[in-house]
């Protein structure tokens, strides 16, 4: 068996609920329950007890009325007396928790670490409490009083792409025509629909050129992840050798100035974060060709064009080409790489805390070939995770690939 030492820290099991528009039988925390009992079983494990360590994911006390969550999760999934970490990083929170649980292995701090993760973003509370909440991700003293709400900045970057690069509203509109459906062959999925770029371009007005069908969904869900060293898992996973072994092979993390009136000229169209973290993982786990190593990407899409923009900043196509590719379905199922096979945050949804794990469940699930039907990516080895934070103001990249 490969070990942790060579590869980084291995994937011994994952797990997550189905993501929803309200989850009306359970709370947050027995949805992380759900999500962390389904990890520890795929695992192999009957209780969490070999477990060293837990780091909780969540963004928000407001969505999930609940201060000093953390504890709380750790109690309700096993872990009590063990150290728990509480982790917050915006859209990019369950990527992030992931990151730090690689730390805590590389560091020798943990054997082991249970991910888990959950938010109820959707309609535990109102739309507009949503928004207010939501737009608190943003520089609270100098942008949220200009834009009032994301898709305002959003709007503002790929506008900008769309002048510099001649990108059109009907290249991104095909984003969210691909990822809703291919959320349709997810049964996790929050919503999948049968859509066309004339029925995105139709629906009703956010701020222009972005319409509804443009914008991802806010949902109740939770994920988790186990992660482990090679010792640890030969000694406490016993289904860990009946399928393809999994791990980190590259994690990377940037940040950016959080308000658009102060990024350069040059990179106000692109996440330069983005850039930088991806450089990074990809450095780590040895990719220098992107488009040809990676065989899928679950993308952080909270907008179409924000999923198109990343198609550069990850190097999946070169700069001022996204919306070319997305055109030309090159990410598409069949395509070069496909890129959230999941449904996205569009289709599968995102609950917040949840998000960046949900993404990991994904990619380790088709790289061992266990997702089947429609969205099974044939001889999947490589995926990588990509969240961010604000509009690109924190990002994390996550590259896990087969190993051994």
Same mark, same amino acid.
């Given at each position: 068996?490969?070990? +942790? /030492?060579?590869?980084? %820290?291995?994937?011994?099991?994952?797990?997550?609920?189905?993501?929803?528009?309200?989850?009306?039988?359970?709370?947050?925390?027995?949805?992380?329950?759900?999500?962390?009992?389904?990890?520890?079983?795929?695992?192999?494990?009957?209780? #969490?007890?070999?477990?060293?360590?837990?780091?909780?994911?969540?963004?928000?006390?407001? !969505? *999930? @009325?609940?201060?000093?969550?953390?504890?709380?999760? +750790?109690?309700?999934?096993?872990?009590?007396?063990?150290?728990?970490?509480?982790?917050?990083?915006?859209?990019?929170?369950?990527?992030?928790?992931?990151?730090?649980?690689?730390?805590?292995?590389?560091?020798?701090?943990?054997? +082991? &670490?249970?991910? !888990?993760?959950?938010?109820? *973003?959707?309609?535990? &509370? $109102?739309?507009?409490?949503?928004?207010?909440?939501?737009?608190?991700?943003? $520089? !609270?003293?100098?942008?949220?009083?200009?834009?009032?709400?994301?898709?305002?900045?959003?709007?503002?970057?790929?506008?900008?792409?769309? @002048?510099?690069?001649?990108?059109?509203?009907?290249?991104?509109?095909?984003? /969210?025509?691909?990822? @809703?459906?291919?959320?349709? $062959? *997810?049964?996790?999925?929050?919503?999948?629909?049968?859509?066309?770029?004339?029925?995105?371009?139709?629906?009703?007005?956010?701020?222009?050129?972005?319409?509804?069908?443009?914008?991802?969904?806010?949902? =109740?869900?939770?994920? /988790?992840?186990?992660?482990?060293?090679?010792?640890?898992?030969?000694?406490?996973?016993?289904?860990?050798?009946?399928?393809?072994?999994?791990?980190?092979?590259?994690?990377?993390?940037?940040? =950016?100035?959080?308000?658009?009136?102060?990024?350069?000229?040059?990179? !106000? #169209?692109?996440?330069?974060?983005?850039?930088?973290?991806?450089?990074?993982?990809?450095?780590?786990?040895?990719?220098?060709? #992107?488009?040809?190593?990676?065989?899928?990407?679950?993308?952080? =899409?909270?907008?179409?064009?924000?999923?198109?923009?990343?198609?550069?900043?990850?190097?999946?196509?070169? &700069?001022?080409?996204?919306?070319?590719?997305?055109?030309?379905?090159?990410? $598409?199922?069949?395509?070069?790489?496909?890129? *959230?096979?999941?449904?996205?945050?569009?289709?599968?949804?995102?609950?917040?805390?949840?998000?960046?794990?949900?993404?990991?469940?994904?990619?380790?699930?088709?790289?061992?070939?266990?997702?089947?039907?429609?969205?099974?990516?044939?001889? %999947?080895?490589?995926?990588?995770?990509?969240?961010?934070?604000?509009?690109?103001?924190?990002?994390?990249?996550?590259?896990?690939?087969?190993?051994?």
């Amino acid at each position: 068996m490969t070990t +942790s /030492a060579e590869s980084g %820290a291995l994937v011994a099991g994952v797990g997550m609920t189905p993501f929803v528009g309200f989850r009306d039988d359970a709370s947050v925390r027995d949805m992380v329950a759900e999500a962390a009992r389904a990890a520890l079983l795929d695992a192999g494990l009957s209780s #969490p007890s070999p477990v060293d360590m837990g780091v909780a994911a969540y963004e928000s006390d407001h !969505f *999930n @009325r609940q201060l000093s969550l953390g504890q709380v999760l +750790s109690d309700t999934v096993g872990l009590t007396g063990k150290p728990v970490m509480r982790v917050e990083g915006g859209g990019a929170t369950g990527a992030l928790a992931i990151r730090t649980a690689l730390t805590a292995i590389r560091s020798g701090e943990a054997r +082991s &670490v249970l991910v !888990f993760g959950g938010e109820t *973003n959707g309609r535990s &509370v $109102d739309r507009t409490t949503a928004i207010e909440i939501l737009a608190l991700s943003a $520089d !609270f003293e100098w942008e949220t009083p200009v834009f009032g709400t994301f898709a305002a900045p959003y709007a503002l970057m790929i506008t900008e792409h769309m @002048r510099r690069y001649g990108t059109t509203a009907e290249q991104f509109a095909e984003i /969210a025509v691909k990822n @809703r459906r291919m959320a349709l $062959d *997810n049964p996790l999925a929050h919503r999948g629909m049968s859509i066309t770029v004339e029925d995105v371009r139709s629906s009703a007005p956010l701020s222009d050129p972005y319409r509804l069908f443009d914008a991802s969904l806010l949902s =109740d869900g939770a994920a /988790a992840v186990l992660l482990a060293t090679g010792d640890w898992v030969e000694q406490h996973s016993p289904t860990f050798t009946e399928r393809p072994p999994v791990a980190i092979l590259g994690s990377g993390s940037a940040t =950016d100035r959080p308000r658009l009136s102060d990024r350069s000229e040059e990179m !106000f #169209p692109h996440f330069a974060a983005k850039r930088k973290a991806a450089a990074r993982a990809y450095r780590e786990a040895g990719i220098d060709n #992107p488009p040809d190593q990676i065989d899928l990407a679950e993308v952080y =899409d909270s907008f179409s064009g924000a999923e198109l923009q990343a198609y550069e900043d990850l190097g999946l196509c070169p &700069v001022g080409h996204g919306g070319l590719a997305a055109a030309d379905g090159r990410f $598409d199922q069949g395509g070069q790489v496909v890129v *959230n096979p999941s449904g996205g945050l569009m289709g599968r949804g995102s609950a917040v805390g949840a998000t960046g794990i949900a993404q990991a469940v994904e990619v380790v699930s088709q790289i061992r070939d266990e997702v089947g039907g429609p969205r099974q990516v044939p001889g %999947a080895r490589i995926g990588m995770t990509d969240t961010h934070a604000g509009v690109g103001s924190l990002s994390v990249v996550n590259v896990f690939g087969r190993v051994g």
